[in-house]
């Protein structure tokens, strides 16, 4: 079946740093991949997402390439803020938006 | 516009007993999601309804839990009985389009 495999945390930066957070993934067909991030005491939210093989999801700075060739959906930001600090998951949908199934997350700690 | 609404926010039970969780999701959103997230883990999808009917429900337990969505609407899931392996959070989730999806805030399930 589909499964996410992502890199284990925490992750600890300084400001401005460049993050890299890892995503792998194994599915049949041509899944929607996804990151979420779920900050402190609020609910996941959706960070960017990219629905076809060479798509770049962005937003907030963070970016994401879906690469078919490698199975993944690294997250990258070239210059990381202490307000960054939360859980990152990534998530695949199948075809049709169907059998969700997220990473195991990976906790940002950026420190000042 | 109001995000996913859930209730209650917190609930402690003993094992063996049962429990119940409410869902509201965005407004015209016709798509609902239940997952359960362990600490540590990432959510886990339990159930996905496309209106009033039921998509996905392959990792239901169903000998225990059950759920359902009145009038294509709000949405409650259902415990009965618990068992100490319960403990988690539990998410409800709504999208427009299958892609992004809008979580609310969670239920934590202590079962002592």
């Known amino acids: 079946g589909n499964s996410v495999t992502q890199m284990e945390g925490p992750v600890t930066l300084s400001e401005e740093a460049f993050l890299t957070i890892n995503c792998t993934y194994t599915a049949t067909g041509y899944p929607s991949l996804f990151w979420y991030v779920q900050y402190p005491g609020e609910g996941l939210q959706l960070l960017l997402k990219a629905t076809k093989a060479d798509d770049k999801g962005s937003n907030k700075g963070f970016e994401a390439t879906y690469r078919k060739e490698t199975t993944s959906f690294h997250l990258e930001k070239g210059s990381v803020q202490v307000s960054d600090s939360a859980v990152y998951f990534c998530?695949?949908?199948?075809?049709?938006?169907?059998?969700?199934?997220f990473g195991a997350g990976t906790r940002l700690f950026v420190k000042a | 516009e109001a995000g996913v609404a859930q209730s209650p926010r917190y609930k402690i039970i003993e094992k063996r007993q049962s429990v119940a969780f409410w869902c509201n999701p965005i407004s015209g959103h016709a798509t609902l999601y239940w997952y359960q997230q362990i600490l540590g883990q990432g959510p886990k999808l339990l159930i996905q309804?496309?209106?009033?009917?039921?998509?996905?429900d392959s990792q239901l337990p169903k000998d225990r839990f059950s759920a359902e969505r009145l009038k294509g609407v709000d949405s409650t899931l259902k415990i009965q009985p618990a068992k100490l392996e319960d403990s988690a959070v539990y998410l409800c989730?709504?999208?427009?389009?299958?892609?992004?999806?809008?979580f609310g805030p969670g239920t934590r399930l202590t079962v002592l």
């Open positions: 309804f496309q209106n009033n009917g039921v998509v996905d």
């Open positions: 989730a709504s999208s427009l389009d299958s892609l992004e999806q809008f």
């Open positions: 998530a695949l949908s199948d075809t049709g938006g169907f059998k969700t199934i």
